[in-house]
């Protein structure tokens, strides 16, 4: 009986294991962008929020750090310091190869052996709120 039990305990652990690595069913929050300048439905290249300044990058950097702690936080640690779990996104350069990095995972997602491991953002939040949280992410220094 103690075998059977012991042998119980493991399976479950396991299943256990696998729905935490796997993020399975994560449901998405949405995003009010009704404050960000509106970028339409073709994705842009690069981060369109990137160079602009004064009270509309404040906004866009509020509005991407709630996206953010309502969406990724989970995965990828608050403000944007990664536990090991899912990558450190603070590393990702300002540049076009971060951008299309970003872009590749937030259409794409990510998923292994069948496993969920990074949702289809764009399926749930528009062009705007994803571009805000990786503006949000670039406000932020990986060495602080």
Not at 22 to 47: F, K, R, Y
Request: glycine content about 8%; aromatic content about 6%; charged content about 20%.
């Amino acid at each position: 009986m103690k075998l059977i039990l012991t042998l119980s305990t493991m399976a479950s652990a396991l299943v256990f294991s696998a729905a935490v690595l796997a993020h399975g069913a994560v449901t998405p929050q949405s995003i009010d962008t009704s404050t960000l300048p509106t970028l339409g439905e073709e994705w842009a290249n690069i981060n369109p929020y990137r160079e602009l300044g004064g009270e509309v990058k404040d906004e866009i950097i509020r509005v991407g750090e709630s996206a953010y702690a309502q969406n990724c936080a989970r995965c990828h640690g608050l403000q944007a310091i990664s536990g090991g779990i899912a990558p450190d996104l603070r590393a990702l350069e300002a540049d076009f190869d971060g951008d299309e990095w970003y872009i590749e995972r937030v259409v794409n997602g990510a998923v292994r052996n069948g496993a969920v491991y990074m949702p289809k953002m764009n399926e749930h939040l528009n062009q705007e709120a994803l571009w805000a949280v990786r503006s949000y992410v670039e406000s932020l220094s990986a060495d602080e």
